[in-house]
Each structure stands twice: as structure tokens, then as C-alpha cells.
């Protein structure tokens, strides 16, 4: 594809609920990254997959949060049983190996 | 833990002025990236500087390292209303690890016709 993408683009849901965030890198690019970014604070590393493997995962909040890379294309980013602080834009970036970083337009979650 | 201290948070300016921001940090870094980051988007990389001491010019904006490595500035002169947005600096750590980056919070600029 042309870009990152990531879907939803906005997901509402309430407290206690898990959500499924979705992101499509680049094809072809080997390494994919999760961020956060809340209001006020600057982007938040979550995890850093080179291929299926996630050698660094050392950003990930809790154990409620997970992420998966399958076939080294697209990763889902899971939340179980969300807080409202766990409300944020959680954006996705591809690279080659661990070049440039492509950034997605990112998922708003809101967590009522 | 690497932190990036960025100046100011909000900037508001008329069309025509010139302006710096500021990246600070008490730690070294390989390299340091700037990004600009529009409503609805993701960050879009302006440009990365990994010598201490370097200068890059893009048009009207001027990036400077530090030369022990720990801080950067981004001038931008005659500004435009197009350059209305977040810009991010952000540093990649000495050694092995430079897909991890640490961001600074981010300056909102807005530039008023």
C-alpha cells in the first residue's frame, strides 16, 4: 500500500471492555512499531516487532495490553479490560530493518 | 531513562516571523530526528541530523545538533500558515537500540495570516 493504515480510525468503548486495534504497514517493510500518545505527553514506545518476533516489548503498560504480527505484515494491538487511562491515539509505524519510521494516522481510543 | 525537554509548548506567531524551538536532553544520543505532526495524522519525519555539530536546511527550517549530542534546535524563518502544527524532536539511544525512540512532548505551533 501507499502508507501505514490503521483501523479503526475511532473506536469508543466502555470501561472493562477489551478492544482490538488494527495496523497494515508498508509492504515490505520488516519492522513495525506501536506508540502511544496521550494529551500533553509526547509519543509512548509500546513494542517493537522485527518480523512475527518482538524482540522488545519492554513498553507495553501492563499485562492487559498485547500485540501480535502475523505472516510479517499486519499487527493487532490488544487491550483487555480497559481503564480511562488507557485512553489515548495509539499509532502505528513500519520501517525497513530498523530505519525511517512510516507513521499511520493512528486509532483515537476513548475509554467512557 | 532518556528524556527530551522540549521549549516552548506552545508557540503562536504572525506570518513573516521567525522562530526557534529547542530540544534538550542530559543524555546522549546517536541521532535525533524532527517530525511535524498535522490533527488526525501521525508524525511525518522532517529530517534526522547524527553528527555532533550538524546543520541541515530544508527550505525555510534549519536544523542544528548539539555538539556532545544532547540537544538540537529547528529554526524556522518567514513563517508560513502551513507550518501550523506539532513538531516532535526525537533521539535515538547510543548502541544497538536506535529503532527506540525517545520523543520529546512536542511544541504546537501556530502561525496566524
Known amino acids: 500500500g501507499a502508507g501505514v493504515s490503521q483501523s479503526p480510525s475511532n473506536k469508543v468503548t466502555e470501561k472493562g471492555k477489551d478492544v482490538e486495534l488494527r495496523c497494515d504497514p508498508i509492504?515490505?517493510?520488516?519492522?513495525l512499531y506501536w506508540y502511544r500518545q496521550s494529551l500533553g505527553q509526547g509519543l509512548e514506545f509500546l513494542i517493537y516487532?522485527?518480523?512475527?518476533?518482538?524482540?522488545?516489548k519492554s513498553g507495553l503498560p501492563s499485562d492487559r495490553f498485547s500485540a501480535e504480527r502475523t505472516g510479517g505484515s499486519v499487527s493487532t494491538l490488544t487491550i483487555q479490560r480497559t481503564q480511562q487511562e488507557d485512553s489515548a491515539v495509539y499509532l502505528c509505524?513500519?520501517?525497513?530493518?530498523?530505519?525511517?519510521?512510516?507513521f499511520g494516522p493512528g486509532t483515537r481510543l476513548t475509554v467512557l | 531513562t532518556q528524556l527530551l525537554e522540549q521549549s516552548p509548548q506552545f508557540l503562536s506567531i504572525q506570518e513573516g516571523e521567525n522562530l526557534t524551538v529547542y530540544c534538550n536532553s542530559s543524555?546522549?544520543?546517536?541521532?535525533l530526528q524532527w517530525y511535524r505532526q498535522e490533527p488526525g495524522e501521525g508524525p511525518v519525519l522532517l529530517v534526522t541530523?547524527?553528527?555532533?555539530?550538524e546543520v541541515k536546511k530544508l527550505k525555510r527550517l534549519t536544523f542544528q545538533f548539539g555538539d556532545a549530542r544532547k540537544d538540537s534546535s529547528l529554526h524556522i524563518t518567514a513563517a508560513q500558515t502551513g507550518d501550523t502544527g506539532l513538531y516532535l524532536c526525537?533521539?535515538?539511544?547510543?548502541?544497538?537500540?536506535?529503532?527506540?525512540?525517545?520523543f520529546g512532548k512536542g511544541t504546537l505551533l501556530t502561525v496566524n495570516p
Open positions: 509505524a513500519s520501517s525497513l530493518a530498523a530505519r525511517t519510521q512510516y
Open positions: 509492504s515490505g517493510h520488516t519492522a
Open positions: 516487532f522485527q518480523g512475527n518476533s518482538a524482540p522488545d
Open positions: 543524555s546522549v544520543f546517536s541521532s
Open positions: 541530523v547524527v553528527t555532533g555539530g
Open positions: 526525537a533521539g535515538a539511544p547510543p548502541g544497538g537500540s536506535n529503532y527506540k525512540l525517545t
